[in-house]
């Protein structure tokens, strides 16, 4: 079992930036390939940004190319969402996924999810 919890989220004006944090508890939870997913209301949940366990390989939406960069710190089993440069439409409930089972790439069906942080870009 893998427990996720965020933390980060809040207001910002457009132009801004935010820096999420995903901190991992649980058995082998630091070997997790680990990802941000964000859904905004009627909208389908759209997959951000992945990181593989070792932090070697990250994969991003296009829609957040060049702006957003997700990372992890195994020793404090964290993994962050650095949001620069906001637009109003990345505005969203923001949760943090990990894979079915350890040692993955940045590729994966989330098994484990975060409770979720809410982020609001004000135009």
């Known amino acids: 079992q893998v427990q996720l919890v965020e933390s980060g989220g809040g207001l910002v004006q457009a132009g801004g930036s935010l820096r999420l944090s995903c901190a991992a508890s649980g058995r082998n939870a630091v070997n997790y390939a680990m990802g941000w997913f964000r859904q905004a209301p009627g909208k389908e949940r759209e997959n951000v940004a992945n990181?593989?366990?070792?932090?070697?390989?990250?994969r991003y939406a296009d829609s957040v190319k060049g702006r957003f960069t997700i990372s992890r710190d195994n020793a404090k089993n964290t993994v962050y969402l650095q949001m620069n440069s906001l637009k109003p439409e990345d505005t969203a409930v923001y949760y943090c996924a990990a894979d079915q089972q350890p040692y993955g790439g940045s590729w994966f069906t989330p098994k484990y999810w975060g409770q979720g942080t809410q982020v609001t870009v004000s135009s």
């Open positions: 990181i593989s366990w070792s932090g070697g390989s990250t």
